[in-house]
């Protein structure tokens, strides 16, 4: 057990049966009253952000994780089936872990697994920046930079992102997990 005098960014806590992240947190001296702390905690297994104050003092119960890199093989509808590199042990883990971020994986991408002390997965990470080719999109016109358009373009994944018109297929593209979208043309 810790109390909030351990609080720090990073810091995993279970806090209502989940395990939250703190990503903030503030020590608060009132001229009058008890101390206290004032959080931002995120949901590992959901996203969800929530503010949360506690008192000064409170006992939380400290989570402690495990951060292992797992192979990226292939996609199948009950999810994404990785591989240990040790072991070379082969598993599935559901597409809801990995949000939105799944969708831009390929094969042979490394991901990491957030795992508790009983081998639970608390969260799945990918790559915050992945290169993926695009395979289809509609071909840009020359001189049409009149503002800032964009157009849809299949990538080698199946994902669909939304390009500049310069863009054309074959190009290789650095995309963000996080957002889902385009950052730049990577040079070949």
Do not use: C, W
């Amino acid at each position: 057990m810790a109390d909030t005098s351990d609080f720090r960014n990073g810091l995993i806590i279970k806090y209502k049966g989940d395990p939250f992240v703190i990503t903030e947190f503030q020590h608060v001296k009132p001229g009058k009253g008890g101390a206290f702390v004032r959080t931002t905690l995120k949901n590992m297994r959901t996203g969800k952000v929530l503010d949360n104050t506690f008192r000064s003092g409170e006992s939380v119960e400290v989570v402690r994780v495990e951060r292992r890199k797992y192979q990226f093989l292939y996609k199948e509808s009950t999810g994404l089936v990785l591989m240990d590199n040790e072991t070379y042990e082969q598993f599935t883990v559901p597409s809801e872990q990995f949000g939105d971020g799944g969708d831009y994986l390929k094969e042979g991408e490394e991901v990491e697994l957030l795992m508790d002390s009983a081998d639970q997965i608390i969260s799945a990470e990918v790559p915050i920046f992945v290169t993926l080719k695009v395979v289809e999109t509609e071909p840009g016109f020359k001189g049409d930079t009149a503002n800032s358009a964009l157009k849809p373009a299949k990538l080698e994944t199946g994902a669909k992102v939304q390009v500049p018109l310069f863009i054309n297929e074959g190009d290789v593209l650095k995309i963000d997990t996080r957002t889902g979208g385009y950052v730049e043309r990577v040079k070949n």
